[in-house]
């Protein structure tokens, strides 16, 4: 079965300061990775996928991700958050057999302090 | 063009009712997936339907159950409410092609209460 484990539960960083967030999955086969977030009282939005090519994808907003198949991570970056990338943050993988099933980590929650 | 959409947008429900949530997927979507978010945790899948069926399902139990209409709007039934059931309840559109890779769309969510 697929996991996925996301490290940081909660992160708290000022304005400009770079950002990383970690995601590791379990899964023997080809995947397919995801990076949601979900701002306060809004939808899931994706920010960035992988699905093969690149390991390094680049999404909205000036975050970018980095696909390791060795060491089976996804990890989130931006060199230099603002206050609205005040949100939480959710990786997520699919077996890339065609059906778009995702299984999610339990998220991290930015804040941002001015 | 209309992005999925979900409704009712909460809910409060008491303890053995049934609850029915529905949800319309992005234009040009055919296929819906169910997922229930639990406070502080990640979205848990399920299931999915295609073609008015269920395609996929997840380690939920039987008293979850859905439907797919013909023009691919789809219902989330939930039987004998818990008060674990109490939970937000999001609905992801996504064109179905097996092979195909396509990313998911979500609507805001039905947020369910049990009392």
């Known amino acids: 079965a697929q996991s996925v484990s996301q490290h940081n539960h909660h992160v708290i960083l000022s304005e400009a300061a770079s950002l990383e967030l970690g995601c590791n999955y379990s899964?023997?086969?080809?995947?397919?990775l995801f990076w949601y977030v979900q701002y306060p009282g809004q939808h899931l939005q994706l920010l960035l996928k992988?699905?093969?090519?690149?390991?390094l994808v680049k999404g909205i907003k000036g975050f970018e991700a980095e696909f390791i198949k060795s060491k089976f991570s996804f990890n989130l970056r931006k060199p230099s958050v603002q206050w609205s990338d005040t949100a939480e943050y959710f990786c997520?993988?699919?077996?890339?057999?065609?059906?778009?099933?995702?299984?999610f980590g339990t998220g991290t929650r930015l804040l941002v302090s001015p | 063009d209309a992005g999925v959409t979900q409704s009712p947008t909460h809910l409060i429900k008491t303890r053995g009712q049934q609850v029915t949530l529905r949800c319309s997927p992005k234009s040009g979507h055919d296929t819906v997936s169910w997922y229930q978010q639990a406070l502080g945790q990640g979205p848990q899948f399920i299931f999915q339907y295609y073609e008015e069926e269920e395609r996929q399902r997840g380690n939920f139990p039987d008293r979850f159950s859905g439907h797919q209409f013909p023009n691919y709007s789809s219902e989330l039934n939930v039987n004998a409410l818990l008060l674990g059931d109490s939970a937000l309840y999001l609905c992801?559109?996504?064109?179905?092609?097996?092979?195909?890779?396509?990313?998911?769309?979500f609507g805001q969510g039905t947020r369910l209460t049990v009392v």
């Open positions: 992801a559109s996504s064109s179905g092609q097996v092979g195909l890779n396509t990313e998911a769309f």
């Open positions: 997520a993988v699919n077996a890339n057999t065609g059906f778009q099933k995702l299984v």
């Open positions: 899964y023997g086969g080809t995947v397919n």
């Open positions: 992988y699905f093969s090519g690149d390991p």
